[in-house]
Protein backbone atom coordinates (compact mmCIF):
# COMPACT_ATOMS: atom_id res chain seq x y z
CA UNK A 1 0.00 0.00 0.00
CA UNK A 2 1.23 3.49 -0.73
CA UNK A 3 2.39 5.80 1.81
CA UNK A 4 2.16 9.40 2.08
CA UNK A 5 6.26 9.67 2.15
CA UNK A 6 6.07 7.04 -1.27
CA UNK A 7 3.91 9.67 -2.58
CA UNK A 8 5.76 12.74 -2.11
CA UNK A 9 8.87 11.02 -3.28
CA UNK A 10 7.57 9.54 -6.65
CA UNK A 11 5.97 13.00 -6.50
CA UNK A 12 9.47 14.90 -6.37
CA UNK A 13 11.34 12.13 -8.82
CA UNK A 14 8.57 13.22 -11.26
CA UNK A 15 8.85 16.66 -11.08
CA UNK A 16 12.61 16.72 -10.89
CA UNK A 17 14.35 17.68 -14.17
CA UNK A 18 15.86 15.39 -16.37
CA UNK A 19 19.78 15.16 -15.60
CA UNK A 20 22.18 17.00 -18.14
CA UNK A 21 23.71 14.53 -20.49
CA UNK A 22 27.37 14.61 -20.34
CA UNK A 23 29.37 16.20 -22.57
CA UNK A 24 31.17 14.30 -25.41
CA UNK A 25 34.72 12.60 -24.33
CA UNK A 26 37.53 13.56 -26.28
CA UNK A 27 38.63 10.91 -28.86
CA UNK A 28 42.46 11.12 -28.40
CA UNK A 29 44.95 13.30 -26.26
CA UNK A 30 45.03 17.26 -26.60
CA UNK A 31 49.21 16.57 -27.66
CA UNK A 32 48.17 14.23 -30.31
CA UNK A 33 45.86 16.35 -32.02
CA UNK A 34 48.00 19.32 -32.14
CA UNK A 35 50.96 17.14 -33.72
CA UNK A 36 48.65 16.18 -35.97
CA UNK A 37 47.34 19.88 -37.19
CA UNK A 38 50.92 20.78 -37.30
CA UNK A 39 51.90 18.20 -39.60
CA UNK A 40 48.71 19.44 -41.78
CA UNK A 41 49.97 22.96 -41.82
CA UNK A 42 53.71 22.29 -42.36
CA UNK A 43 52.69 19.96 -45.50
CA UNK A 44 50.13 22.47 -46.58
CA UNK A 45 52.86 25.36 -46.39
CA UNK A 46 55.28 23.07 -48.46
CA UNK A 47 53.19 22.12 -50.79
CA UNK A 48 52.33 25.72 -51.40
CA UNK A 49 56.17 26.26 -51.41
CA UNK A 50 56.48 23.69 -54.03
CA UNK A 51 54.00 24.61 -56.82
CA UNK A 52 55.10 27.95 -56.50
CA UNK A 53 58.54 27.05 -57.85
CA UNK A 54 60.12 24.72 -60.07
CA UNK A 55 58.79 21.53 -58.79
CA UNK A 56 55.79 21.57 -59.70
CA UNK A 57 56.79 19.93 -63.09
CA UNK A 58 57.73 16.52 -60.76
CA UNK A 59 57.06 13.46 -61.77
CA UNK A 60 53.51 13.06 -61.07
CA UNK A 61 53.65 9.06 -60.43
CA UNK A 62 56.19 10.12 -57.79
CA UNK A 63 53.65 12.96 -56.54
CA UNK A 64 50.70 10.72 -56.33
CA UNK A 65 52.72 7.97 -54.30
CA UNK A 66 53.59 10.64 -51.70
CA UNK A 67 50.35 11.99 -51.55
CA UNK A 68 48.93 8.48 -51.01
CA UNK A 69 51.95 7.50 -48.29
CA UNK A 70 51.07 11.24 -46.62
CA UNK A 71 47.13 10.29 -46.11
CA UNK A 72 47.79 6.53 -45.21
CA UNK A 73 50.65 7.94 -42.69
CA UNK A 74 48.01 10.79 -40.86
CA UNK A 75 45.16 8.08 -40.87
CA UNK A 76 47.70 5.59 -39.16
CA UNK A 77 48.31 8.30 -36.39
CA UNK A 78 45.04 8.83 -36.23
CA UNK A 79 44.28 5.07 -35.54
CA UNK A 80 47.13 5.29 -32.84
CA UNK A 81 45.62 8.34 -30.93
CA UNK A 82 41.82 6.67 -30.54
CA UNK A 83 43.71 3.81 -29.38
CA UNK A 84 45.33 5.62 -26.86
CA UNK A 85 41.94 6.33 -25.66
CA UNK A 86 40.59 3.31 -26.45
CA UNK A 87 38.35 4.39 -28.71
CA UNK A 88 37.11 2.24 -31.56
CA UNK A 89 38.59 3.20 -34.78
CA UNK A 90 35.39 2.17 -36.31
CA UNK A 91 32.86 4.39 -34.95
CA UNK A 92 34.98 7.16 -37.04
CA UNK A 93 32.62 6.25 -40.01
CA UNK A 94 29.03 6.42 -37.64
CA UNK A 95 26.12 4.59 -38.24
CA UNK A 96 27.01 2.20 -41.53
CA UNK A 97 24.69 -0.17 -42.78
CA UNK A 98 25.98 -2.72 -45.75
CA UNK A 99 22.11 -3.98 -47.05
CA UNK A 100 21.64 -2.65 -50.48
CA UNK A 101 19.05 -0.06 -49.52
CA UNK A 102 21.55 1.86 -47.53
CA UNK A 103 24.21 1.75 -49.93
CA UNK A 104 21.40 2.99 -52.79
CA UNK A 105 20.71 5.98 -50.54
CA UNK A 106 24.48 7.00 -49.57
CA UNK A 107 24.80 6.97 -53.47
CA UNK A 108 21.87 8.77 -54.55
CA UNK A 109 22.76 11.52 -51.12
CA UNK A 110 26.87 11.65 -52.43
CA UNK A 111 25.18 12.28 -56.08
CA UNK A 112 22.90 15.11 -54.53
CA UNK A 113 25.33 16.66 -52.10
CA UNK A 114 27.91 16.77 -54.72
CA UNK A 115 25.35 18.64 -57.35
CA UNK A 116 24.19 20.81 -54.06
CA UNK A 117 27.36 21.71 -53.53
CA UNK A 118 28.89 22.72 -56.69
CA UNK A 119 25.43 25.19 -56.98
CA UNK A 120 26.78 26.79 -53.97
CA UNK A 121 30.51 27.23 -54.47
CA UNK A 122 30.11 28.38 -58.05
CA UNK A 123 27.31 30.89 -56.77
CA UNK A 124 30.66 32.29 -53.93
CA UNK A 125 32.85 31.92 -56.58
CA UNK A 126 31.19 34.24 -58.72
CA UNK A 127 30.14 36.68 -56.58
CA UNK A 128 34.21 36.15 -55.04
CA UNK A 129 34.85 37.44 -58.46
CA UNK A 130 32.54 40.62 -58.58
CA UNK A 131 33.17 42.01 -55.52
CA UNK A 132 37.49 41.57 -56.05
CA UNK A 133 36.48 43.07 -59.63
CA UNK A 134 34.94 46.17 -57.66
CA UNK A 135 37.79 46.31 -55.04
CA UNK A 136 40.55 46.06 -57.51
CA UNK A 137 39.26 48.04 -60.23
CA UNK A 138 40.06 45.69 -62.56
CA UNK A 139 36.95 44.93 -65.31
CA UNK A 140 35.50 41.63 -65.87
CA UNK A 141 35.15 41.23 -69.39
CA UNK A 142 38.24 42.61 -71.25
CA UNK A 143 37.82 42.13 -75.31
CA UNK A 144 34.92 40.00 -75.14
CA UNK A 145 36.76 37.80 -72.65
CA UNK A 146 36.58 37.26 -68.86
CA UNK A 147 39.95 38.51 -66.97
CA UNK A 148 41.59 36.27 -65.19
CA UNK A 149 42.57 36.76 -61.60
CA UNK A 150 46.33 36.20 -61.85
CA UNK A 151 46.29 34.41 -58.26
CA UNK A 152 43.60 31.98 -59.72
CA UNK A 153 45.98 31.69 -62.60
CA UNK A 154 48.55 30.32 -60.53
CA UNK A 155 46.00 28.01 -58.58
CA UNK A 156 45.22 26.48 -62.30
CA UNK A 157 48.58 26.14 -62.86
CA UNK A 158 49.75 24.35 -59.88
CA UNK A 159 46.66 22.05 -60.07
CA UNK A 160 47.21 21.34 -63.67
CA UNK A 161 50.60 20.18 -63.15
CA UNK A 162 48.87 17.57 -61.16
CA UNK A 163 46.76 16.12 -63.62
CA UNK A 164 47.40 12.64 -65.29
CA UNK A 165 48.56 12.72 -69.07
CA UNK A 166 48.50 8.83 -69.79
CA UNK A 167 46.58 5.76 -69.24
CA UNK A 168 48.81 4.55 -66.41
CA UNK A 169 48.30 8.48 -64.73
CA UNK A 170 44.50 7.93 -64.86
CA UNK A 171 45.00 5.09 -62.73
CA UNK A 172 47.42 6.02 -60.38
CA UNK A 173 44.88 9.21 -60.17
CA UNK A 174 42.09 7.56 -59.74
CA UNK A 175 43.81 5.32 -56.63
CA UNK A 176 45.02 8.78 -55.11
CA UNK A 177 41.50 10.31 -55.27
CA UNK A 178 39.95 6.63 -53.55
CA UNK A 179 42.36 7.11 -50.81
CA UNK A 180 42.24 10.86 -50.10
CA UNK A 181 38.41 10.53 -49.86
CA UNK A 182 38.66 7.78 -47.86
CA UNK A 183 41.16 9.14 -45.04
CA UNK A 184 40.35 12.75 -45.62
CA UNK A 185 36.70 12.15 -44.34
CA UNK A 186 37.48 9.75 -41.29
CA UNK A 187 40.35 12.55 -40.55
CA UNK A 188 38.89 16.04 -40.65
CA UNK A 189 35.24 15.30 -40.92
CA UNK A 190 35.62 12.09 -38.26
CA UNK A 191 38.12 12.59 -35.96
CA UNK A 192 38.39 17.02 -35.63
CA UNK A 193 34.98 17.18 -35.62
CA UNK A 194 34.25 15.24 -33.14
CA UNK A 195 37.61 15.97 -30.95
CA UNK A 196 36.71 19.88 -31.66
CA UNK A 197 33.20 19.39 -30.24
CA UNK A 198 34.21 17.70 -27.37
CA UNK A 199 36.52 19.98 -26.52
CA UNK A 200 33.75 22.45 -26.60
CA UNK A 201 31.57 20.39 -24.31
CA UNK A 202 29.31 19.37 -27.30
CA UNK A 203 29.29 22.52 -29.62
CA UNK A 204 28.62 21.24 -32.81
CA UNK A 205 29.16 24.57 -34.85
CA UNK A 206 32.50 24.70 -33.36
CA UNK A 207 33.34 21.26 -34.44
CA UNK A 208 31.86 22.42 -37.38
CA UNK A 209 33.51 25.01 -38.34
CA UNK A 210 36.87 24.32 -37.33
CA UNK A 211 37.41 20.84 -39.04
CA UNK A 212 36.29 23.26 -42.05
CA UNK A 213 39.13 25.79 -41.56
CA UNK A 214 41.49 23.14 -41.34
CA UNK A 215 40.33 21.51 -44.00
CA UNK A 216 40.79 24.06 -46.23
CA UNK A 217 44.12 25.55 -44.37
CA UNK A 218 45.50 21.95 -45.50
CA UNK A 219 45.48 23.30 -49.60
CA UNK A 220 47.48 25.74 -49.23
CA UNK A 221 49.37 25.12 -53.32
CA UNK A 222 46.10 26.23 -54.28
CA UNK A 223 46.32 29.50 -52.90
CA UNK A 224 44.23 31.43 -50.62
CA UNK A 225 40.94 31.87 -52.79
CA UNK A 226 40.62 28.27 -53.37
CA UNK A 227 41.26 27.54 -49.18
CA UNK A 228 38.31 29.55 -48.81
CA UNK A 229 36.54 27.88 -51.03
CA UNK A 230 37.56 24.62 -49.81
CA UNK A 231 36.82 25.79 -46.20
CA UNK A 232 32.98 26.49 -47.22
CA UNK A 233 33.49 22.61 -48.89
CA UNK A 234 34.66 21.46 -45.80
CA UNK A 235 31.44 22.82 -43.93
CA UNK A 236 29.20 21.30 -46.35
CA UNK A 237 30.52 17.59 -46.19
CA UNK A 238 30.16 18.19 -41.70
CA UNK A 239 26.50 19.23 -42.56
CA UNK A 240 26.38 15.79 -44.90
CA UNK A 241 28.23 13.09 -42.19
CA UNK A 242 25.60 15.20 -39.39
CA UNK A 243 22.32 14.74 -41.56
CA UNK A 244 23.09 11.32 -42.27
CA UNK A 245 24.94 10.23 -39.37
CA UNK A 246 27.67 8.49 -41.63
CA UNK A 247 30.92 9.62 -43.55
CA UNK A 248 29.79 7.25 -46.16
CA UNK A 249 28.37 9.68 -48.74
CA UNK A 250 30.79 12.03 -47.68
CA UNK A 251 33.18 9.59 -49.09
CA UNK A 252 31.77 8.82 -51.93
CA UNK A 253 31.28 12.53 -53.08
CA UNK A 254 34.90 13.27 -51.70
CA UNK A 255 36.42 10.39 -54.23
CA UNK A 256 33.78 11.21 -56.76
CA UNK A 257 34.23 15.07 -57.33
CA UNK A 258 38.70 14.88 -57.26
CA UNK A 259 38.77 11.77 -60.05
CA UNK A 260 36.40 14.18 -62.04
CA UNK A 261 37.62 17.41 -61.64
CA UNK A 262 40.97 15.73 -62.15
CA UNK A 263 39.64 14.01 -65.37
CA UNK A 264 38.08 17.47 -66.36
CA UNK A 265 41.58 19.90 -66.49
CA UNK A 266 43.08 16.94 -67.73
CA UNK A 267 40.65 16.81 -70.81
CA UNK A 268 41.31 20.72 -70.71
CA UNK A 269 45.33 20.70 -70.83
CA UNK A 270 44.97 18.26 -73.96
CA UNK A 271 43.00 20.86 -75.65
CA UNK A 272 45.08 23.68 -74.56
CA UNK A 273 42.33 25.14 -73.26
CA UNK A 274 43.77 25.90 -69.79
Keep these: MPT????????????????????????????????????IVALSIQGAAEFAGKQAGANRLITYAATIASELLMLGWVWLGLRLRKTPFRSLFGSVSFNLRSIALDLGF????????????????????????VITHRPLLHAGKATADPSQQQA????????PTNGREVAAWILVCIVAGFAEELIFRGYFQRQFIAWSRGTIAVGVVFSALLFGAAHGYQGVRNMVMLSVF??????????RRSLRPGIIAHAWHDGIAGLALALLKAHHLI
Design 110 to 133: AFAFWIGSLIVLGTIGIFWTVVEA
Design 234 to 243: GALFSLLALF
Design 4 to 39: PENGFIESALAEAPPASPLPPAAIAPVWHTVILMAA
Design 156 to 163: IHALSSLV
